[in-house]
């Protein structure tokens, strides 16, 4: 109910919005480098509409607005500094716009995030601070932001992506949008159905159902990040945790070539941007290559990445309109593909993983059309992953095991397999992703409210061609359990079809007392091309969101003031489930029911099984919804600045495999009848007692039962500069309480026998454990820029005040049980008595927990980093990590020694541009 009236409510506001008229006017102006040379596609964003434009190939830019309002233009264009103008709609001369190149000759250099001002939970990095962290990913970004620790990233594993949280889980990772140039990445076409996978000793390595692994995302193509950790537009879909949003380069540059070392690192980068001819527009082009090791005595521990982009951009005039063109060609191409060391040589074991994705992408929009529909855009891209795992796995028994053949359920013939032996196999996903996207703006002013709608429909498909998991039945990989690979095909899936619509209003008021913004939207997905028995979801999701500001001033004496904002949000964000969860493989249960064994090769050895089937797709799966609320606070005064945060989220939808427990009977053949050995001949079953044998088997099923609850404060404290020293310091950080739960009962089957019996019940415990994360944290950044000599230092401290983990433990005793007919019973006193004095059945059923609490001792961090221009062709800059690393000795939950060691070292990045 709630959410149909916010909707109805959305709805009347917009279409009050729709037919408003105002006395409009035309602002006309170009965009000129400091030679008095035009810059062609320069971006401006407009404050005042919440919009933006581009400047065409001869860098004229025009906007419609309201007659004699003035409105403040921010503009910016690669390795040139941003510049805010104030411009008056309906003035008779155009306006000339001059941006200067960066430079550290500069007085000032922006080399920290920045903050938009009305959603102080989104950070901007531009392309200054991007070159002067010196990241190998944009995994290193995330350090400037508040909360953002300083950490180095695995070369190896997968770079999981925590955001507002102390600790990680998958469920936020997957959560996670990453957008490039407007069009989102994912990788829920990835299927890799294994029992054992997860057990492997490269099983870190997989990205299976985490969302987009951070270091195949190179910085070098990247002229600005956009890090939303809050609510986010209702533009953007399938996600439940944040945004990370990415702007290419694109335009004229010189050719630049960045070469970076340190002893875990090498990196080389060159890009060139350049006119193809006045009217033909423009191309950037730019290779990187990346090799990083986690550690360098390890040769399994290194990463090597090649990257490549293209881009293109032109305009074109359509009668009295400009048709704005953009096309990106780019590929991540892994290169150390072999993955072996000592250990696997030795045993001549192997890892290799072939890793490649391609995509292109085409952006057409035309702004300023008419009264309705001001702005448009329309988006295609296709996007092709290839993903090998090619794995020799060596498998030592010690003893001879049985493994099924069998395809179908009922009694079979099975094999013997070696105690030693290896096992090759490969897990192959090749997905396709075709998006198609139409965007629209309209712009219109109501008395003294501005109004921006934006709305539009997009598209996607994405489908699956790979072959899937590829394993030699007669030589399973992961043995020792009564569950074998029967893989399906990946291309014989379906593929996930997903639709949505959006609107949004972005309304804007100011006054002499005070200036309202307000953005409520509201989001709908359907998901297509599904079987009618996923009633969940099949329905459509609804989405809504919405950001307020509200900011005034206090007049103080002697002219001063002090600006404050208050901030508040809410929305509910989505995040649908992967190609691998809604069709998971059928899990075969295979059971010994002869067992006949000699010796190796004996012709006279017999295996019987008997196979049982089952499908364990969660038909009632649903998105993993988040809701989230956050109120902030911002104060400004004399060049200080103050930011405050605070946000909830809660979800209690995520996925999670749940290990359930179904009752089999079968007859099984053990004791022969005349109690003597057969020999001479193959042993049938008429030679055995028949004896009926009930036990239970186990299978993961994929439930929305994964609980995150989130809340926590960011702070961020800026100081005016100062003057003498030439230095800006900011202070940022977090607090964060993040708790882990599982909304499933815990079914419990021990594995202890009696009488070469299994245990009778199944034992189901409601409540499971909690883990409680805390951390709190201060990043302080020291920038001193001196312009005479060209340079910038940064020294950054890292101080880690609190780093807890708790445990409130589950049940120890269970709720309630189910026999091998599977009939539910409830545990009573009897029952519970029985197992708390220790009775021969029940005993078994009480699992020992204890509450702990781990808390890490005070750390602090310090990184140096210094950075010198010698001209406009060469830059050079040298850093130290962790030069001072203060972790103590601390005892962990298990009474032992334990200290966090940190690796000190040192690297150089050059940077030449022609």
């Not at 951070?214 to 944040?242: C, F, M, P, Y």
């Not at 012709?603 to 038909?619: G, R």
């Not at 005016?720 to 882990?740: M, Q």
């Not at 312009?787 to 049940?811: A, C, H, S, V």
Request: glycine share 6%; with cysteine.
């Amino acid at each position: 109910m709630k959410k149909l009236i916010f909707i109805a409510f959305f709805i009347s506001g917009l279409c009050s919005a729709l037919f408003a008229q105002t006395d409009k006017a035309t602002v006309e102006g170009v965009v000129r480098d400091s030679d008095g040379k035009p810059l062609s596609f320069a971006t401006m964003f407009i404050a005042e509409l919440g919009t933006g434009v581009s400047t065409d190939l001869e860098g004229k830019f025009r906007f419609t607005g309201t007659k004699g309002t003035e409105y403040t233009l921010n503009v910016s264009y690669l390795n040139h500094v941003d510049k805010e103008v104030k411009v008056k709609a309906g003035s008779p001369e155009p306006l000339v716009i001059v941006l200067e190149e960066q430079s550290y000759e500069l007085a000032e250099v922006v080399v920290m995030a920045d903050y938009k001002k009305n959603q102080g939970s989104t950070a901007v990095i531009n392309q200054q601070a991007l070159e002067h962290i010196q990241p190998t990913s944009v995994a290193d970004v995330l350090s400037l932001i508040p909360g953002g620790l300083f950490r180095e990233s695995s070369a190896t594993g997968f770079n999981r992506i925590s955001l507002r949280q102390s600790g990680s889980d998958d469920n936020t990772s997957l959560g996670m949008a990453v957008v490039m140039d407007g069009i989102p990445q994912d990788n829920d076409g990835f299927r890799a159905s294994i029992p054992g996978l997860s057990t492997d000793e490269y099983s870190d390595r997989l990205g299976m159902n985490r969302g987009i692994d951070l270091k195949t995302l190179s910085t070098d193509h990247i002229r600005k990040i956009e890090i939303v950790k809050g609510i986010s537009s209702a533009k953007l879909g399938n996600l439940s945790s944040g945004v990370i949003q990415t702007t290419s380069k694109i335009g004229i540059t010189p050719a630049q070539l960045r070469m970076k070392v340190d002893p875990l690192t090498k990196l080389i980068y060159l890009g060139k941007g350049f006119r193809i001819s006045p009217k033909m527009g423009y191309l950037h082009t730019g290779i990187d290559y990346t090799s990083v090791y986690d550690d360098r005595r390890d040769p399994m521990s290194k990463y090597s990445r090649l990257t490549g982009q293209v881009t293109y951009n032109n305009s074109v005039d359509v009668g009295d309109k400009t048709l704005f063109l953009f096309f990106k060609l780019s590929e991540v191409y892994t290169l150390n593909q072999a993955k072996e060391d000592e250990l696997t040589q030795d045993y001549n074991e192997s890892f290799r993983n072939k890793y490649s994705r391609t995509g292109a992408s085409f952006k057409a929009q035309m702004y300023d059309l008419g009264k309705i529909v001001d702005n448009v855009e329309f988006i295609a891209s296709a996007d092709y992953t290839y993903d090998l795992i090619d794995r020799n796995r060596l498998v030592q028994t010690g003893t001879p095991l049985p493994s099924p053949l069998a395809t179908e359920e009922g009694e079979s013939e099975g094999i013997y397999l070696p105690s030693t032996y290896y096992s090759p196999f490969q897990i192959e996903n090749k997905p396709l992703s075709l998006l198609t996207q139409l965007n629209a703006e309209s712009l219109f002013e109501t008395r003294s409210f501005r109004h921006k709608v934006i709305y539009g429909l997009s598209w996607k498909r994405t489908k699956n061609y790979g072959e899937g998991v590829m394993v030699d039945m007669t030589r399973p990989p992961y043995p020792g359990n009564n569950e074998y690979v029967r893989p399906v095909p990946n291309r014989s899936i379906p593929a996930l079809s997903v639709g949505a619509a959006y609107a949004e209003e972005q309304l804007k008021h100011s006054n002499r007392w005070f200036d309202f913004e307000l953005n409520a939207g509201v989001r709908f997905t359907q998901m297509f091309n599904l079987d009618t028995k996923y009633t969940e979801l099949r329905k459509l999701q609804v989405e809504p969101r919405i950001n307020a500001a509200l900011s005034f001033n206090i007049d103080l004496a002697g002219g001063k003031s002090l600006r404050n904002m208050f901030r508040f949000g809410f929305g509910q964000e989505n995040k649908l489930p992967t190609l691998d969860y809604i069709y998971p493989d059928r899990v075969y249960k295979d059971m010994i029911v002869l067992n006949a064994y000699t010796k190796q090769d004996d012709p006279f050895n017999h295996l019987i099984t008997y196979t049982k089937i089952y499908d364990v797709t969660n038909n009632s799966l649903r998105p993993n919804r988040n809701t989230k609320y956050e109120a902030g606070w911002d104060v400004e005064y004399e060049g200080y600045s103050l930011s405050l945060t605070f946000f909830k989220e809660h979800s209690d939808r995520g996925f999670e495999s749940v290990a359930e427990y179904s009752p089999v009977r079968y007859t099984r053949y053990v004791d022969p009848i005349d109690g003597q050995p057969i020999v001479g001949r193959r042993p049938e079953k008429e030679d055995y007692v028949a004896d009926p044998y009930a036990t239970f088997v186990d299978m993961d099923i994929v439930r929305n039962s994964m609980k995150v609850e989130k809340k926590g404060l960011e702070y961020l404290l800026r100081f005016p500069k100062i003057i003498p020293l030439s230095t800006t310091v900011e202070i940022n950080g977090a607090y964060y309480d993040t708790r882990y739960s599982s909304g499933a009962p815990l079914q419990y089957h021990p594995a202890f026998r009696d009488d070469d019996r299994p245990q009778p019940y199944v034992g189901i415990y409601r409540r499971q454990d909690i883990t409680r994360q805390r951390i709190f944290n201060t990043n302080l950044w020291f920038n001193t820029n001196i312009p005479r000599y060209k340079m910038i230092f940064t020294t950054f401290f890292q101080f880690i005040w609190l780093n807890e983990e708790m445990r409130i433990k589950g049940d120890e005793y269970p709720s309630a049980y189910f026999d091998t007919d599977g009939r539910m019973h409830t545990v009573d006193d009897r029952i519970l008595q029985s197992i708390k004095d220790g009775h021969t059945v029940w005993r078994h059923y009480h699992i020992y927990k204890e509450d702990f609490s781990e808390t890490l001792p005070v750390s602090l961090t310090v990184n140096f980093k210094v950075t010198k221009e010698f001209s406009r062709m060469i830059r050079a800059s040298f850093f130290v990590n962790n030069i001072l690393d203060i972790n103590p000795l601390y005892k962990n939950r298990y009474n032992q020694n334990v200290r966090v060691w940190q690796k000190s070292f040192f690297g150089a990045e050059m940077t030449f541009s022609f």
